[in-house]
């Protein structure tokens, strides 16, 4: 019966290191074993101020990270933790990717934190990644070695365009493919859905909601009949071409459903 | 007997998609006895409350999920006789910032501060409660008295099976609250009731009060058709290395098996007290503390920490465990241990 016994509060962790990644990313490092899989995300409270999920972005054997970007009101105040100050940790939860050989990832903007442990866990994956311009770009230094095809909306750095117009391309091109793995804003996951469903390759999205508990009880995070903590955050092919909300609808923490850009406006 | 009988049932729904002609001639006997297993599973935990016939008495507990149709739908496959949605009022409401909800060993604590979307925007999402597959209780409260008469008339247009009154939330300043108050009690048992036609009206009791008894009894005497207990107990957790409480919220409400006790208590204080059903709701985990709860005189019980410690499948899990404790005790129904340990 220690079933009864289950324990989910947040662990208080002193921060080992900040790393500023780009403009307003910056990347929270501690000094802990984490038992995480890739896609997975833990969520992380600031005392007295808020608590949000995060995914994973650096995770070595005694050593973890996320990666976050100064949007609303809790990543803005997280931008003045400090070396040496404590954040609350809980998780991981959720789901995982698959690790699959002949994978092909791709990432927009900050999603890239969420498919960074994925990539660390691939052999030679297909990278395919891109941001609004060359100051929105994380991790170029990390991944330097990697054969990465990145993009920006207005040519700053790489190809000028959009990360969808090189997976067409790829895909077109590499019939080796098994499967795409994606992370980054829902309209850009709902077009690489088509783009895969089209070229018959399987897909696995991030998908990101409003979280309250993180462990499937607060029931803020539904997509149609799925619980984004628990079921996802990854969800495959079949499950997202079922979900008629994906890349349309997300709900706010009042429950209410509204358009994604209404979500994004109202929560950020 | 039963148990081969349950994987022959089992056997047979799998939906393997066998073919029609061969395998129907087996499908036939098999069918009879399914029908028979059947019938003596409803019997054994089917449960009626008020003028509702649930198959059995597990209902989820407002608060927990609950907050969209399809997971209604969801929960409803899981085995709950009954699914309460997360409490409505007349406007929309954000609730508090995180943490709103964390466990430890047995405890639960939540402050979510009463998020919802308000009972307009769910009467565009709902349309109806009772074509869910199954019975629906539409949980509301509002500020003032007359508010929670607005909301209830417009979730009584919905049809649910039932409306639950949420007058004992702790979590909102109402100024004196009502569940604290057996006079606030009736008036806003009285409210619902004008508004609720003929649906049946349970009041949803807060043990943060010296003596439960009297406004259970209050919530009977100003009409009430069953009472709720118990909501969640005040608490507070602190973080000794933030030197900070934990919910945003500072204090919030216990649940989890931590607060059963304290739910067995108060039902059983008002089970001597009132004629109405209770739904006894407050730390059930296992089939057997369903078992006590249905000794201290509860009709039905809810279940909402429950799935946190065990999964959306506690409602089947739960019923399988009261059938076990009840075939090995040779109980036959419910109503032959309900309010037993009284006397």
């Known amino acids: 019966m220690d079933e009864c016994c289950r324990t989910e509060i947040p662990k208080l962790l002193e921060v080992s290191d900040v790393v500023k990644e780009g403009k307003g990313q910056t990347s929270f490092f501690f000094e802990h074993h984490l038992d995480c899989k890739p896609g997975q995300f833990i969520m992380v409270w600031l005392p007295g101020f808020d608590e949000k999920p995060m995914a994973v972005s650096y995770l070595s054997k005694n050593k973890f990270a996320f990666t976050s970007q100064a949007i609303g009101k809790f990543t803005t105040a997280l931008e003045n933790v400090k070396k040496r100050d404590k954040l609350g940790i809980r998780g991981p939860y959720g789901n995982s ?36 311009s060359k100051e929105h770009l994380i991790y170029l230094k990390r991944y330097k070695n990697k054969n990465m095809n990145i993009t920006t909306d207005d040519g700053s750095f790489g190809r000028k365009g959009f990360t969808t117009d090189i997976l067409e391309e790829v895909l077109s091109k590499n019939k080796k493919i098994k499967i795409v793995q994606t992370c980054g804003p829902e309209v850009m996951m709902k077009k690489i859905l088509d783009i895969c469903l089209k070229h018959k390759v399987e897909c696995e999205a991030s998908v990101e909601r409003y979280m309250s508990c993180g462990f499937g009880i607060c029931g803020k995070c539904m997509v149609n009949d799925k619980i984004v903590c628990i079921d996802g955050p990854i969800f495959n092919s079949k499950q997202l071409n079922q979900m008629s909300e994906f890349g349309n609808t997300a709900r706010l923490k009042s429950g209410r459903k509204v358009s994604l850009k209404d979500y994004h406006l109202i929560h950020s | 007997m039963s148990r081969v009988l349950n994987q022959i049932y089992y056997l047979q729904g799998g939906g393997n998609g066998l073919g029609h002609s061969k395998s129907q001639k087996i499908v036939f006997p098999l069918n009879i006895f399914k029908n028979k297993f059947k019938f003596t599973k409803i019997k054994m935990l089917q449960t009626k409350l008020c003028n509702l016939n649930l198959k059995n008495p597990t209902i989820l507990a407002s608060g927990i999920l609950g907050v969209t149709k399809e997971s209604v739908g969801r929960i409803g496959k899981s085995g709950a006789g009954a699914v309460t949605l997360k409490s409505l009022c007349h406007e929309e409401r954000m609730g508090s910032k995180n943490p709103t909800m964390f466990g430890y ?79 606030s009690t009736a008036k806003v048992t009285q409210a619902v009731k004008q508004n609720a036609g003929k649906i049946p009206v349970s009041i949803k009791l807060s043990p943060n009060v010296y003596d439960i008894k009297e406004i259970a009894h209050a919530a009977e005497k100003a009409g009430a058709d069953a009472i709720t207990a118990i909501n969640t107990a005040t608490g507070m957790a602190i973080d000794v290395d933030a030197r900070k409480p934990i919910l945003a919220n500072k204090t919030g409400g216990i649940s989890g098996p931590a607060l059963k006790p304290i739910a ?80």
Not at chain 1, 98 to 108: D, H, M
Not at chain 2, 129 to 155: C, H, T, W
Not at chain 2, 320 to 329: I, Y
């Open chain 2, 105 to 183: 060993e047995n405890v639960f604590l939540n402050a979510v501060g009463l998020p919802g979307q308000g009972i307009d925007s769910a009467m565009k999402e709902f349309v109806r409660l009772d074509n869910l597959g199954v019975p629906v209780i539409g949980s509301i409260y509002g500020y003032r008295i007359e508010q929670f008469g607005d909301v209830a008339k417009k979730m009584a247009s919905l049809r649910p099976a039932m409306i639950e009154v949420d007058i004992s939330c702790p979590h909102m300043d109402y100024g004196k609250p009502y569940y604290a108050d057996p006079e």
């Open chain 2, 264 to 343: 067995v208590r108060c039902v059983y204080e008002i089970y001597e007290t009132v004629k109405i059903p209770i739904i006894g709701t407050g730390g059930i985990t296992y089939g057997k503390d369903a078992v006590e709860m249905i000794m201290a005189g509860a009709t039905a019980v809810g279940i909402g920490t429950g799935i946190y410690y065990r999964g959306i499948d506690v409602f089947k899990k739960v019923c399988d465990e009261m059938e076990r404790w009840m075939k090995k005790n040779k109980v036959k129904n419910l109503d032959e241990i309900r309010g037993c340990a009284h006397g």
């Open chain 1, 97 to 132: 990717f698959s690790i699959k050989s002949n994978a092909c990832v791709v990432a927009g903007g900050v999603g890239l934190s969420s498919v960074s442990t994925l990539i660390d866990s691939l052999k030679n994956p297909i990278l395919i990644y891109g941001a609004r």
